[in-house]
């Protein structure tokens, strides 16, 4: 089934969480039309992000990569699961750059998500620098090997997000968006349950044309998952 989740960052306050899971309602109406959805709020909103029927899955945007202990303002990934999350999103491009999150760290914080019966969003993407130097590939490659201890039985999201596409309006083409997702899916061809995700200004406007592109099984979505209307439209594409 396909997957749409939307990573709202650092925004929102209850009432607005509040007032986009109501609109979202509505777009939604009974059903979500054989799709998948989840909104990945900060922790404080998760709550009011909830939907009662159950329309859509929470997502956590972090988790710790220690189980329980002395690690002050840190969030575990047990925690998220009892506040509902059925996701954690891990190895964000911004979690890499800005708080310095590396190969073994994310290795942990998947491990935690196991634990916690999380199912991990794990986000991979090259620089423009690296895409310029034609290491696009290789940076993947070495992304990747985060996942090595994790077992290949469970099921695993994996987010494609090239860090230049990132809130940045300019979207990988359809092309080098299916290039590189045909890449972690030979890499990963042992996994039985695997959903390749893309991410970097999709719109309601490109959606359509991304999702075309080969094993593009959804979208992780920033900017555009601030509104209700242009969530529920990217879904519908
Ligand atoms: C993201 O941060 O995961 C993302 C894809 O952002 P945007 O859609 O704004 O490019």
């Given amino acids: 089934m396909k997957l749409f989740v939307a990573n709202w960052k650092m925004h929102k306050t209850r009432a607005s969480a509040r007032a986009f899971a109501e609109e979202l309602g509505r777009e939604v109406g009974g059903g979500t039309g054989g799709v998948e959805l989840a909104l990945a ?56 750059r800005l708080f310095g999150e590396d190969g073994p760290v994310l290795a942990r914080k998947i491990a935690r998500c196991r634990e916690a019966g999380l199912v991990p969003i794990y986000c991979i993407g090259e620089t423009a620098e690296e895409r310029d130097a034609g290491l696009t590939a290789t940076t993947l490659v070495r992304q990747l090997d985060a996942l090595v201890g994790d077992a290949p039985s469970r099921p695993l999201v994996v987010a494609y997000e090239p860090v230049w596409a990132i809130g940045s309006g300019r979207s990988a083409s359809a092309e080098d968006c299916g290039a590189a997702l045909v890449h972690v899916a030979e890499i990963l061809s042992d996994r039985r349950d695997l959903r390749l995700l893309y991410g970097g200004s999709v719109t309601p406007e490109n959606a359509r044309s991304l999702l075309a592109a080969p094993r593009t099984d959804g979208f992780l979505i920033g900017g555009a998952s601030l509104s209700a209307t242009s969530f529920a439209a990217i879904a519908r594409a």
Avoid: F, K
Wanted: charged share 20%.
């Fill in 41 to 96: 709020p900060s922790y404080p909103l998760l709550d009011a992000a909830r939907d009662p029927q159950g329309r859509w899955a929470l997502a956590c945007q972090n988790v710790a990569a220690e189980a329980e202990g002395a690690y002050t303002g840190e969030v575990s990934a047990a925690m998220a699961a009892d506040a509902g999350c059925a996701y954690a999103i891990v190895g964000h491009s911004e979690r890499r």
